[in-house]
């Protein structure tokens, strides 16, 4: 473990515990034994577990810090991005009863953090795929909508044209026609000399 000096800056008072977090050469830390304090867990016995972890023993430093009584002390720390992977870790039957709904209540959102993280991938895809799926059903109703609309301006350009076309005596004509369907019933009707 190296030593060094830095600053210090309490973010958050947990169980009326000042929770640290320590600049030091450009990089945030946490310190270790308040917020076992403020657990009311062990600190020698976290200690130990971060010594033993393989990945926290590694970054762990012991800081020099000047706390708020104005008195120099020595301080395990973590980097401040390991210290929620840390929390996540300890026994909630170790933690003080007033502490452990809220430790309990921080793990849950770890484990929906974790799961958000490694399936967003997959959700973005399937999300993706739907939304190409219903555009593409919306593209092949509007080329069915465009395909019929085509037709008929086809067939409303060639009476259009037959409209410009019509002479005044063909408008007479017009009215004097009378269209019947071919099936159509005609009956003969005798009028007699009064026309009835």
């Known amino acids: 473990m190296q030593k060094t000096e830095s600053k210090t800056t309490a973010v958050a008072k947990i169980n009326n515990t000042d929770i640290l ?7 945030k830390r946490i310190a270790i034994k308040p917020i076992c304090d403020a657990l009311g867990i062990d600190f020698s016995s976290q200690l130990q577990r971060i010594k033993r972890d393989e ?4 970054t762990m430093v012991m800081v020099t810090t000047v706390g708020g009584d104005e008195k120099q002390r020595e ?4 980097p401040f ?3 929620f992977g840390w929390l996540f ?29 490694f399936t967003e991938l997959d959700d973005y895809l399937k999300y993706r795929n739907e939304l190409a799926e219903q555009i593409w059903d919306q593209v092949e109703a509007a080329r069915e909508d465009f395909k019929m609309a085509k037709t008929r301006l086809e067939t409303l350009k060639v009476e259009f ?9 063909d408008f007479k004509n017009r009215q004097l026609q ?11 009707v005798e009028l007699n000399e009064k026309g009835e």
Do not use: W
Request: hydrophobic share 40%; net charge negative.
């Open 21 to 27: 977090i320590i600049q030091t050469n450009g990089e």
């Open 55 to 58: 990945i926290l023993s590694s």
């Open 178 to 188: 009378m269209q019947f369907p071919e099936d159509a019933i005609v009956v003969d």
């Open 161 to 169: 044209a037959e409209a410009r076309k019509m002479t005044f005596e």
């Open 89 to 117: 870790t300890i026994d909630t039957s170790k933690v003080r009863e007033e502490a452990k709904e809220q430790v309990i209540n921080y793990k849950l959102e770890c484990y929906e953090a974790l799961y958000s993280h």
């Open 81 to 83: 991005k390991f210290a």
């Open 75 to 78: 301080m395990a720390t973590i």
